[in-house]
C-alpha cells in the first residue's frame, strides 16, 4: 500500500536513517549531494529535506535510537559507535567482529532495548544479529536464506502494554 509519494533528490540517499521518539527527529548518515562523503544530518519526512548537522568520520552502515532517544550506529569497519545526535561525533563502543559491505540497517525495539542489525558482508550472504550496546559483542539470530539486502528496519511501537486485554470482538 503507498501512504504517499515524494519527488526526490540525490541529497535523499541515506545508507541508514533513525527516529528519535523524544524529539521527533529522523536522524541518520546521507551523502552529500556529490556523493563523495557521508554527512550526519536530519530528514524532514513532510518536506523531503535532508540538514546537513557535520561531516562523520566513516559511513554508517546501521543506524538506531532507544525509547530514550539514544542514537547507536555500525560503521564501515563493523565498529559500533554511540552517536552525539546534535553534532554527529561518534563514541567507539567495540568491535563487532563484522565488516559490513552493501547497505543494511539497525533498529532497536523499543520494549527490550535490544539492537537488531541486518548485516551484508563481502561474502554476499546477510544475517540478522543482536548486538550487545555495552561491549559490541554480537549474537546471529539467522543467516537470510536468499542473501537479502535489508534496509529501512522497523519496529513499530506497540499499540498496548504488555498484558494489555485484546480487541473486542465477536
Not at 565488516?99 to 546477510?126: C, H, M, Q
Not at 537470510?144 to 513499530?156: D, K, M, Q, S, Y
Amino acid at each position: 500500500e503507498e501512504v504517499s509519494m515524494i519527488n526526490t533528490t540525490i541529497e535523499h540517499v541515506s545508507n541508514d536513517m533513525t527516529y528519535d521518539p523524544t524529539t521527533g527527529n529522523v536522524y541518520g548518515c546521507f551523502f552529500t549531494d556529490d556523493m563523495t562523503q557521508c554527512v550526519w544530518g536530519t530528514f524532514d519526512a513532510n518536506t523531503a529535506k535532508r540538514t546537513i548537522i557535520a561531516p562523520i568520520a566513516e559511513p554508517l552502515k546501521a543506524v538506531a535510537a532507544n525509547a530514550q532517544g539514544e542514537i547507536y550506529a555500525i560503521g564501515n569497519s563493523g565498529i559500533l559507535y554511540s552517536v552525539e545526535k546534535a553534532t554527529g561525533e561518534l563514541t567507539k563502543i567495540g568491535d563487532t567482529g563484522v565488516t559490513p559491505y552493501y547497505l543494511g540497517s539497525g533498529v532497536i525495539d523499543p520494549r527490550s532495548g535490544k539492537f537488531y542489525w541486518f548485516a551484508y558482508p563481502e561474502d554476499n550472504t546477510s544475517h540478522l544479529y543482536e548486538v550487545n550496546l555495552t561491549n559490541a559483542e554480537i549474537t546471529e539470530i539467522c543467516q537470510l536464506e536468499n542473501a537479502e539486502e535489508v534496509v529501512g528496519a522497523i519496529i513499530f511501537n506497540p499499540l498496548a502494554a504488555d498484558g494489555a486485554p485484546d480487541e473486542v470482538s465477536d
